[in-house]
């Protein structure tokens, strides 16, 4: 079955770094792009970033774009989002998917929440 | 960037109704658009891909259509199962916009 396991997240304050790290398992990972979509409390979904399953493109949402990196690295089956800066109103769970290629984000975590209060 | 704009909000409808939710996009985004289920407390369920495909194990109750700009989802015979939110995606390129929801409501 495969599987994808967020972990990382727990409350930091505004202004302060966290990385949230995501473990895929029982499917080829190299093969496949990956993303990071949140949901903050009581609202919709958000596309956060997206990175290609090589590593060689990445795509951020504006809201987080020069605060917040994606990186993988495919030897470890993981994929990464780094966050700095953090404000508030990144205060959501944070969701990690994989990229399908023509069938979109196919298969989700179930998620890790992030916390930003002081 | 292109915006994505799903209606209505939300929806009330009862036990075997048919509904149909809209998703407009700003500009063209040829047929790469998904729609996903969710329920409280759970992450999203991919329902259709390219618009019109239904992902495998997927009712066929449900079904899309559009292409270009308008987009639409549409439940035959509503079960109790189905109650949800629902959001449009654009995907392809970057940034892949979600459309606001729509819940579904007795």
């Known amino acids: 079955q495969m599987e994808l396991v967020e972990s990382g997240g727990g409350v930091v304050q505004p202004g302060g770094s966290l990385r949230l790290s995501c473990a895929a398992s029982k499917f080829t990972f190299s093969r496949f792009g990956m993303h990071w979509v949140r949901q903050a409390p009581g609202k919709g979904l958000e596309w956060v970033a997206g990175i290609l399953h090589d590593g060689y493109a990445e795509g951020y949402a504006d809201s987080v774009k020069g605060r917040f990196t994606i990186s993988r690295d495919n030897l470890k089956d993981t994929v990464y989002l780094e966050m700095t800066n953090v404000r508030r109103n990144d205060t959501a769970v944070y969701y990690c998917?994989?990229?399908?290629?023509?069938?979109?984000?196919?298969?989700w975590g179930h998620g890790t929440v992030v916390d930003v209060s002081s | 960037d292109i915006q994505m704009t799903q209606s209505p909000s939300t929806l009330s409808a009862s036990v075997g109704d048919r509904v149909t939710i809209t998703c407009r996009a700003s500009q063209s985004i040829d047929n790469y658009l998904a729609w996903f289920q969710q329920k409280p407390g759970k992450a999203p369920k991919l329902l259709i891909y390219?618009?019109?495909i239904l992902e495998s194990g997927v009712s066929s109750r449900f079904s899309g259509s559009g292409s270009g700009t308008e987009f639409i989802l549409t439940i035959s015979s509503l079960q109790p199962d189905d109650f949800a939110t629902y959001y449009c995606q654009k995907y392809e390129t970057y940034p892949y916009s979600f459309g606001q929801g729509t819940k579904l409501d007795i």
């Open positions: 998917v994989r990229e399908g290629g023509p069938t979109g984000l196919d298969f």
């Open positions: 390219k618009a019109s």
